[in-house]
C-alpha cells in the first residue's frame, strides 16, 4: 500500500540550531516526493520537490530509496520556519494530481 | 494572478442532508484536487479532475462525487452526510505539465 508516515506530530528546537523533519514512504515504483509547507493563518504550499535537489528557505530533502526516507533538514533553524510540515508523494512522477500525504509535523522554533 | 477560491468558507450541515463546494481554479490550469482534511486522518485526496474528466480518484464512498466545468471551475457534492465528514474541504489546481499544486484557503463543513 502506498503510505507516507511523518513520526512526529511536533518538534520544537530552539533558534539557530539543526531541524530535521522525519518523512518515511512505502511505494513499489519511483515515487516523486514533495515537501509543502503550512505557515499560520496561510494556504498549503510547495515546498520543494526532490527531484529538483534545491534549497529552498535553506531546507533540503535528500530521497534515500533504500531507507525509503525524505527526511527535511535545514542547519540553523529561524522562528520564521515555525509551521505545519507534510510530506507528499506522487505514484505518477508528480504529472497528476493526487497526492498522498503524510499527517503532518509542526515545527516550533523557539526564541 | 488571483489565486483558487473556494466558497463557501464555511458551512454547517445537518446529517442527512446534502452539499455542494465549489472551486475555482488559477486561470489557465485545467486539472483541479480536491481532499478532505481532518484531525484523525490528516489530508486525504478525494478525486482529480482534468479537462472536464476524472482522472483519478481516492478511497471514498459514492456519496462524494465530484464534476469539472468547461471553464475549469469544480464541484464536489456529499450526499446523505454523516458526521464524519465534518472536515477541511481543499482544492488545489495545476497548469498542465506541472507538478506544483496551489491549494485554496478550504471549506470548512460541520455536519451537526
Known amino acids: 500500500a502506498q503510505r507516507v508516515t511523518q513520526p512526529e506530530k511536533l518538534l520544537s528546537v530552539f533558534k539557530g540550531a539543526p531541524v530535521e523533519l522525519k518523512c518515511n514512504y512505502s511505494?513499489?515504483?519511483?515515487?516523486?516526493l514533495f515537501w509543502y509547507v503550512q505557515y499560520s493563518r496561510q494556504r498549503l504550499q510547495l515546498l520543494l520537490r526532490?527531484?529538483s535537489r534545491e534549497s529552498i528557505k535553506g531546507f533540503t530533502a535528500d530521497l534515500n530509496k533504500g531507507e525509503t526516507s525524505f527526511h527535511l533538514k535545514k542547519p540553523f533553524a529561524q522562528e520564521e520556519d515555525s509551521a505545519m510540515y507534510y510530506c507528499?508523494?506522487?505514484?505518477?512522477?508528480?504529472?497528476?494530481?493526487?497526492?498522498?500525504f503524510g499527517k503532518g509535523t509542526k515545527l516550533s522554533v523557539k526564541p | 494572478k488571483a489565486g483558487v477560491t473556494q466558497t463557501p468558507r464555511y458551512l454547517i450541515k445537518t446529517r442527512g442532508q446534502q452539499v455542494t463546494l465549489s472551486c475555482s481554479p488559477i486561470?489557465?490550469?485545467?486539472?483541479v484536487s480536491w481532499y478532505q482534511q481532518t484531525p484523525g486522518q490528516g489530508l486525504q485526496f478525494l478525486f482529480e479532475?482534468?479537462?472536464?474528466?476524472?482522472?483519478n480518484k481516492g478511497n471514498f464512498p459514492g456519496r462524494f462525487s465530484g464534476r469539472q466545468f468547461s471553464n475549469s471551475r469544480s464541484e464536489m457534492n456529499v450526499s446523505t452526510l454523516e458526521l464524519g465528514d465534518s472536515a477541511l474541504y481543499l482544492c488545489?489546481?495545476?497548469?498542465?505539465?506541472?507538478?506544483?499544486?496551489?491549494f485554496g484557503p478550504g471549506t470548512r463543513l460541520t455536519v451537526t
Open positions: 488545489a489546481s495545476t497548469r498542465d505539465g506541472s507538478y506544483e499544486q496551489y
Open positions: 511505494y513499489s515504483g519511483s515515487p516523486e
Open positions: 526532490h527531484i
Open positions: 507528499a508523494l506522487s505514484p505518477y512522477g508528480g504529472s497528476q494530481g493526487n497526492l498522498i
Open positions: 486561470s489557465g490550469h485545467r486539472s
Open positions: 479532475y482534468f479537462s472536464e474528466t476524472q482522472r
